[in-house]
Nanobody, 117 residues
Framework: QVQLVESGGGLVQPGGSLRLSCAAS????????MSWYRQAPGKERELVASITRGGNTFIAAAVKGRFTISRDNANDTVYLQMNSLKPEDTAVYYC???????????WGQGTQVTVSS
């Protein structure tokens, strides 16, 4: 079982940048596909970006060209670099890990991102 802890959220002005981090512990990080989801008030949780064990990435259309996902297997961490932030990016951002062997999925506690002037 893996434990996931997000950090890096906060308040930023439109056009600004933030980098979210998700630190994993308790299991072999390299065996997990990792993803970032977000949930805005009154909306369903949505996939923002994902990265496979091999480093292949997917970026949702709403954030393509502005967000990038990366992973550091040596430090058991996945990152979400968010540039050119917009008010509609305001949400709680969650880290998700999918164990590729047993298909179990795990969630972090979430980190708030607020984009406002």
């Amino acid at each position: 079982q893996v434990q996931l802890v997000e950090s890096g959220g906060g308040l930023v002005q439109p056009g600004g940048s933030l980098r979210l981090s998700c630190a994993a512990s308790g299991s072999s990080f390299s065996g997990y596909h990792m993803s970032w989801y977000r949930q805005a008030p009154g909306k369903e949780r949505e996939l923002v970006a994902s990265i496979t064990r091999g480093g292949n990435t997917f970026i949702a259309a709403a954030v393509k060209g502005r967000f990038t996902i990366s992973r550091d297997n040596a430090n058991d961490t996945v990152y979400l670099q968010m540039n050119s932030l917009k008010p509609e990016d305001t949400a709680v951002y969650y880290c998700n890990g999918l164990n590729t062997f047993n298909r179990n999925t795990y969630w972090g506690q979430g980190t708030q991102v607020t984009v406002s002037s």
